[in-house]
């Protein structure tokens, strides 16, 4: 069986409903319970679900609907976390601060019924983001720890904890999203260690997704990552790719095909041109087609074209070298 070329895929969040988004706030504010706000959760996934399989995606996810924020939403279920007010990450939006107040604990499988219940809606691929321990931990306060270094590796033991739970549960593709690491070239090592212990003893596929900051100040020390796929915003950086030839892409590339930060739609027509530039570091089975990031800032509706104009590029690509 000849290998897929030019699969596509999303990289996690889609576009939440207004009632999801007003029964997180009523949860938070106690007015609501969890079984409630999960209930609501699970009505939107079986939405997102339908949006990706009309798209015709191939790798889907549940877009992350029952997580409040990448963030906060790990350190909720994991201990030794409390959380502090909202603090403002960009225009408008906002997320609940945590602080590593004591040693952290695993105290039971995360993702594990987010899969299954994915699953149990849909016959295709999916695939399972979880937020990186170097992030978390970036984006906390460390009151717990001596210093940065070791609490980032303290999460990354109990991260492992949960891939096994999920490879165990049946998932074949985790992607870890680490989208301060670009932020923080200088400590790359750290990041790089923290992966392997994350993923030390996982066999499945994993995807490694950074966006933000300067790519060319962590590559090419980035493809030496315990990862399968790096995955990459590009469309916002106009398919600027020039200096990952500097050396070999060793790796599969998740590749940002299209915007979104721009609420406009794509043509394919450009689509197809952006990813064709990939073509210059990986073959079309290395090469995954998806969205820079995740959806989740876009209104519904232009999330939807957006996914169901990639789909028609891959499709037009597929054609030109099967």
């Not at 460390?142 to 999920?166: Q, S």
């Not at 300067?214 to 590559?219: A, T």
Request: negative net charge.
């Amino acid at each position: 069986m000849a290998k897929e070329i030019f699969p596509t895929t999303i990289v996690g969040s889609y576009s939440k409903p207004d009632y999801l988004n007003d029964a997180f706030k009523e949860y938070y504010a106690g007015k609501i319970s969890h079984e409630q706000l999960h209930k609501l959760a699970e009505k939107a996934i079986v939405d997102v679900i339908k949006d990706h399989e009309e798209a015709d995606v191939d790798i889907v996810s549940d877009g992350e609907m029952r997580r409040s924020e990448m963030t906060e939403f790990f350190a909720e279920n994991i201990g030794g976390f409390k959380m502090f007010g909202p603090v403002r990450v960009w225009g408008n939006n906002y997320y609940q601060k945590p602080s590593i107040i004591e040693k952290m604990t695993y105290k039971k499988p995360i993702l594990v019924d987010e899969y299954n219940y994915t699953k149990s809606l849909t016959k295709k691929r999916i695939k399972v983001p979880i937020t990186g321990p170097y992030t978390i931990v970036d984006w906390s306060f460390n009151e717990a720890y001596r210093n940065k270094e070791e609490a980032i590796y303290a999460l990354a033991e109990i991260e492992n904890r949960e891939l096994k739970a999920l490879v165990k549960a049946g998932v074949d593709f985790i992607q870890i999203d680490e989208p301060a690491l670009s932020t923080h070239p200088e400590e790359i090592e750290i990041a790089r260690k923290a992966i392997e212990i994350t993923t030390k003893g996982i066999d499945v596929k994993k995807g490694l997704h950074i966006c933000y900051g300067e790519y060319d100040k962590i590559y090419p020390a980035v493809l030496d990552f315990n990862v399968d796929q790096i995955d990459l915003e590009l469309a916002n950086r106009k398919w600027d790719i020039d200096f990952l030839k500097e050396h070999e892409f060793t790796k599969e590339i998740g590749y940002g095909a299209c915007d979104v930060h721009n609420p406009r739609v794509e043509t394919v027509e450009e689509i197809v041109a952006g990813v064709r530039k990939g073509l210059e570091l990986v073959s079309p089975e290395k090469l995954f087609v998806k969205p820079d990031c995740g959806l989740k800032m876009l209104p519904r509706n232009i999330a939807f074209e957006k996914l169901k104009v990639m789909v028609k590029a891959a499709k037009v690509l597929r054609k030109e070298f099967e």
